[in-house]
């Protein structure tokens, strides 16, 4: 078990598997997206009250789980860097820092296009889940100002990952406190959990988009993990002879 | 280890020094204490001043506002919390001394707050008045900043251990620490306004006490960690 956790740690060996790895999770990603795109913009019913406009929850609520996925994915992985020093690890928390960001504008953006119709405003403050989406893009921001900020390498690793850790003990109560703090402003609202069960057509479009969605989200992930590595190992003999072997199979 | 071997400084003491040495280099500065409470004054007169005198309107934005300028005056004297040991190498002694960082790391945020958190709750009352805070609300207004500036010290002293000796520190601390401290805006200033309009507010309280519980235990660790880095 260690040896293969080590094994997988080593620059080299991780950056020829995710090459491999990298289709498996497109591909089948690629799949599930066409047919929960195709399920749920043309299959399912309209909704009985939000009538076509629900469609946005397709990309809406993949995007809004990856938020919060890949803020989990760069805490932990910074955690683990932090604490037994693995530079993949490290690598792993830089990459996912942007595409987390990325999922979490698009949720605001799909969010806020809803909220259009639904609410007849862009932006509605009484609503908890988008706030609580806006102050995780802050912390996303901040976590990548502050690497983008320090120009050592590891230095910047190591400060990013205590402030990824701090930002994870207080996700949750960000989350729970923006709650509390709408609900004094109204009722409960639209996205209210526990409303009538979704319909099987509505459903299983939803789970392929969630699904293929993280499967893409995978392959982003690996994929700049990949770029990560290259650049962080740019001056070991193995990127060196990766490099000039690429070179000569191209003349 | 031979006899001549000085004896190690305890947790509290080496605390506690820390905290006497701030507060005396404080004290000798009085112009690093009395910004902030200035910047406090001055941000909670840009509100009305922006709005409009109407009683109302005060009365109904005053906590948010009150709030959210003690929020900023709380970042402004947070910049330069750890600048000056920084750049004359006395961060460096506590890196090496035998007491714990986190304990003296503390025993800083112990002298910031008692500096620039203390002043603005005793200054609040008096801006409370401006805004039409009934007196009764005072004490809710009072209890509040008093454990919300000590959260938002301890908060605040984490960025400002990973952005000291970076260029643009400055406007990267805000960037990291205002999410961040979102729960206690949210908290700090929806209780008073539940007290000025006579609610229950013991939730509020109890919130931002288990906060400031919680961060009072675990950040110092993340202080020191946070410092080691940067000097690395």
Same mark, same amino acid.
């Not at chain 1, 491999?20 to 929960?36: A, D, Q, R």
């Given at each position: 078990?260690? $040896? ?15 090459? $491999? ?17 195709? %399920? ?22 993949? @995007?809004?789980?990856?938020?919060? !996925? ?8 910074? %955690? ?11 690598? *792993? ?24 119709? !639904?609410?007849?405003?862009?932006w ?7 706030? @609580? ?10 976590? !990548? ?16 990952? *205590? ?5 994870? *003990? ?6 729970? @406190? ?16 526990? %409303?009538?069960? !979704? ?15 993280t499967?893409i989200?995978?392959a ?27 070179? *000569?199979? $191209?003349? | 280890? /031979? ?18 040495? =701030? ?5 000798k ?6 910004n902030?409470?200035? +910047?406090?004054?001055?941000? #909670?007169?840009?509100?009305?001043? #922006? ?13 948010? &506002? ?17 600048v000056? =040991?920084?750049?004359d ?41 401006? +805004?039409?805070?009934?007196?009764? &609300? ?5 209890? /509040? ?18 952005? &000291? ?21 949210i908290f700090?200033?929806? /209780?008073v306004?539940?007290?000025a309009?006579? =609610?229950?507010? #013991? ?12 961060? &009072?235990?675990?950040?110092? +660790? ?11």
């Amino acid at each position: 078990m260690w $040896k293969f956790i080590h094994k997988l740690a080593s620059p080299p060996h991780f950056y020829g598997l995710a090459a $491999k790895i990298i289709p498996w999770f497109f591909l089948p990603g690629l799949i599930l997206i066409f047919y929960g795109l195709y %399920g749920g913009l043309l299959l399912a019913p309209p909704d009985y009250q939000q009538g076509d406009a629900f469609r946005i929850i397709y990309v809406h609520v993949p @995007s809004a789980y990856l938020s919060l !996925m890949a803020y989990s994915i760069m805490a932990i992985s910074a %955690g683990i860097g932090l604490i037994w020093r693995l530079k993949l690890a490290h690598a *792993v928390a830089a990459a996912a820092a942007p595409i987390g960001a990325w999922f979490t504008f698009l949720a605001l953006a799909t969010g806020s296009i809803w909220g259009r119709p !639904m609410w007849g405003t862009w932006w509605e403050w009484g609503d908890p889940r988008l706030t @609580s989406e806006l102050v995780m893009l802050f912390l996303y921001f901040g976590y !990548m100002a502050l690497r983008g900020a320090i120009d050592d390498t590891a230095k910047a690793d190591r400060a990013s990952a *205590v402030l990824a850790l701090v930002g994870a *003990v207080n996700v949750p109560i960000i989350h729970f @406190s923006v709650e509390w703090w709408s609900s004094l402003h109204q009722g409960p609202t639209l996205m209210k959990k526990g %409303g009538p069960a !979704m319909d099987a057509a509505m459903l299983y479009p939803l789970l392929a988009m969630i699904l293929g969605f993280t499967l893409i989200f995978g392959a982003l992930l690996l994929r700049r993990v990949r770029t990560e590595v290259l650049y962080r190992e740019r001056r070991t003999r193995w990127v060196r002879h990766l490099v000039l072997s690429s070179a *000569v199979e $191209k003349k | 280890m /031979t006899d001549n071997q000085p004896e190690m400084p305890g947790l509290g003491r080496g605390m506690m020094a820390v905290a006497k040495r =701030d507060l005396f280099l404080a004290w000798k500065r009085p112009g690093d204490v009395l910004n902030p409470l200035f +910047f406090f004054a001055m941000v #909670a007169t840009l509100f009305p001043l #922006a709005v409009g005198p109407s009683a109302e309107q005060l009365e109904f934005s005053g906590p948010g &506002v009150l709030w959210v300028a003690a929020l900023l005056a709380m970042l402004l004297s947070l910049n330069s919390l750890f600048v000056s =040991d920084f750049e004359d190498g006395s961060l460096e002694q506590m890196l090496v001394s035998p007491v714990p960082l986190a304990a003296l790391s503390l025993g800083k945020t112990i002298a910031h707050w008692l500096t620039s958190g203390l002043p603005l709750v005793i200054v609040a009352p008096i801006l409370g008045m401006t +805004f039409r805070m009934p007196a009764s &609300v005072m004490g809710v207004l009072m209890l /509040t900043l008093l454990l919300g500036t000590i959260s938002l010290s301890l908060l605040g002293s984490i960025g400002a251990a990973l952005t &000291v000796g970076l260029h643009r520190g400055t406007a990267l601390l805000s960037l990291l620490i205002l999410p961040l401290a979102m729960p206690l805006l949210i908290f700090g200033a929806r /209780t008073v306004s539940l007290a000025a309009a006579g =609610d229950v507010v #013991a939730g509020g309280l109890y919130f931002l006490a288990a906060y400031a519980v919680l961060i &009072v235990s675990l950040a110092p +660790f993340a202080i020191a960690a946070a410092l080691r880095i940067s000097n690395e």
